[in-house]
């Protein structure tokens, strides 16, 4: 596989690291969005447009790597736990107010969700194959991780009211 392919993939090298390479992966997702919030006037928007960019580019490059010989759902591959997180983000409403406790939360329920893998995220796991059966349960992890986000949002705002 091409090293930059590789190096995408692998959420930057992320993915490399022995201990907990999903965590790390969902990390520079967080990174990534925190990048986004600090200097696009945007940012909801261009970051589910990255989540987009990134599934796309994930389907592709993990099929062509599956189709040389390399492992289904490789640990090491994190460019899905990227793309989810992101989404999860991006769902979280205006970015520019509560931006650290956003992410905290949106890294939190998306984690919660792709390690969970309830109904149908978990069948998406077990039964798809190729790039779309790696990308597709954490795509679902970030939609169902980004309502359960905002969930939590809310009531953290009922408490700080308090």
Do not use: Q
Not at 13 to 28: C, D, E, R, W, Y
Not at 130 to 135: A, D, S, W
């Amino acid at each position: 596989m091409k090293k930059l392919n590789w190096f995408i993939i692998t959420g930057f090298f992320s993915g490399l690291l022995p201990k907990a390479p999903g965590t790390f992966g969902t990390i520079v997702g967080c990174v990534i969005a925190y990048i986004v919030i600090l200097f696009f006037p945007n940012p909801n928007l261009t970051i589910m447009l990255l989540a987009i960019l990134f599934s796309i580019i994930g389907i592709k490059l993990i099929n062509e790597y599956e189709k040389n010989g390399g492992i289904h759902d490789d640990k090491r591959i994190v460019i899905d736990e990227i793309a989810g997180v992101l989404i999860t983000i991006g769902l979280l409403g205006n970015l520019k107010d509560d931006t650290f406790i956003k992410i905290f939360l949106a890294f939190i329920s998306f984690r919660l969700f792709d390690i969970w893998k309830p109904s149908i995220i978990g069948k998406i796991d077990k039964n798809a194959k190729g790039g779309l059966g790696v990308m597709g349960d954490d795509i679902l992890a970030g939609i169902f991780g980004g309502i359960f986000a905002g969930i939590l949002y809310i009531g953290y705002l009922k408490i700080k009211t308090l």
